[in-house]
């Protein structure tokens, strides 16, 4: 990107993956920006409220406007407060987090949790975030209602998550990748041990109407000394049984009635 607004999108998630703050050489130098066509950039953004300057250290950092719009559309849409209730029997029933992501074009982003009711330890990713395809169940659950071809396509463009940035066990080629897809198609479901972050494991199911694109997927993540392959075989057929109920509820409601980017 090359215009003004492109690199005001880069500074913006440039900020993100840094709550603390940066300083403005190194907003700069890692996107090869020139300090004084940056400086504006942020004084602009600052501004309109996307960014704000720190007192004590002058580094920028990102304001949470960009999370308020998204916040905004997600509850003028709907989706949250249809599938809340259904996500909260999950947690109820599972004792662990569960979540929802929605298909947004070639992207999957958690849009709404619940934590389950038990004590202790509890995994609790950002909300709002996409999800690693190649590596989280979420991903799993959704490129399995694809074609092996559709899912390494997205999978190449966003990336392999590395093991040594998520779990021992994530996939780093297409063929291990296959591997996992393949066993969830049979199963009808998603499910890693280890693959997103070391301790865990996670079961996913799609959201999705019967020959159409899938609109989401519901989760549930815990740690694995908990939530065992076993515990996971028994939550199961209540995880699809919810899946298939906010695929029901989000056709009667007129919900993700725009298909995905890219398709029709």
């Keep these: ?21 940066l300083p403005l050489g190194l907003v700069a130098d890692a996107l090869e920006l020139p300090k004084s066509a940056c400086h504006r950039l942020l004084v602009e953004l600052d501004e309109r409220g996307y960014v704000r300057q720190m007192a004590q250290r002058g580094d920028y950092v990102m304001t949470t406007k960009v999370a308020s719009l998204g916040l905004s559309f997600l509850s003028a849409s709907g989706v949250v407060d249809i599938a809340q209730p259904l996500i909260e029997r999950l947690a109820e029933a599972s004792g662990e987090l569960a979540r929802l992501s929605v298909v947004d074009g070639d992207r999957l982003t958690w849009v709404s949790k619940v934590e389950g009711n038990r004590k202790g330890f509890r995994y609790d990713p950002d909300m709002g975030r996409d999800a690693r395809l190649s590596c989280t169940s979420s991903g799993h659950a959704w490129l399995l209602t694809l074609s092996d071809e559709e899912a390494v396509a997205l999978v190449s463009k966003q990336g392999f998550g590395q093991p040594k940035d998520y779990g021992p066990k994530a996939p780093t080629t297409v063929k291990a990748l296959l591997g996992f897809l393949h066993a969830a198609r049979v199963r009808g479901y998603a499910m890693i041990d280890e693959v997103f972050a070391p301790g865990m494991t996670a079961v996913a199911a799609p959201v999705q109407r019967r020959g159409r694109p899938a609109l989401g997927v519901l989760s549930i993540a815990g740690p694995k ?19 298939a109920e906010l695929a029901a509820l989000s056709s009667a409601s007129g919900l993700f009635s725009r298909p995905p980017l890219g398709q029709a």
């Design 1 to 21: 990107m090359t215009t003004a607004l492109g690199r005001g999108l880069q500074i913006l998630e440039h900020l993100a993956a840094h709550p603390d703050g």
């Design 225 to 243: 000394t908990r939530l065992t392959t076993a515990r996971i075989q028994a939550l199961a057929p209540k995880l699809l049984e919810t899946a």
